[in-house]
């Protein structure tokens, strides 16, 4: 988490180290990262890029701050999701899949730990390092 200094919004700050991106694999996912989010734009059920950015050792992304954790997280930590829930938070990312699919962008990564709640329980889907035109 990282705070804009002139108007205090926060934001998430993805770091990747260059060593990491060094691996042919890597430096395909980060690149795909990086475009495919500026590619499809702003969505409500899609984290938000703001820009990226590198120095010598790291690249950096800097996204959208989603303040409720991850799907996984909730999961783990309630008995059970009632069906309601269930049927709201499927039905968003839905949603947020479909206009992938608009821009012929599969995920490929669609997991708990990927699907982040806002402060309101509303789903942001994250980290397309994975996806493909």
Avoid: W
Wanted: aromatic residues 6%; hydrophobic residues 45%.
């Amino acid at each position: 988490m990282v705070r804009r200094k002139h108007d205090k919004r926060l934001y998430a700050m993805k770091v990747i180290p260059k060593k990491l991106v060094a691996q042919e694999a890597m430096l395909l996912h980060t690149q795909a990262e990086r475009l495919l989010q500026a590619r499809v734009g702003s969505h409500p059920f899609l984290a938000t890029l703001f820009g990226s950015f590198q120095d010598a050792s790291s690249l950096y992304l800097i996204l959208e701050y989603v303040p409720g954790g991850d799907l996984a997280f909730h999961l783990n930590s309630r008995v059970k999701l009632s069906e309601e829930v269930t049927r709201f938070i499927a039905a968003e990312l839905c949603l947020g899949l479909a206009h992938l699919h608009r821009h012929s962008i599969v995920h490929r990564d669609v997991k708990a730990a990927n699907v982040l709640l806002d402060k309101e329980g509303h789903v942001r889907l994250t980290d397309f390092g994975m996806s493909k035109v």
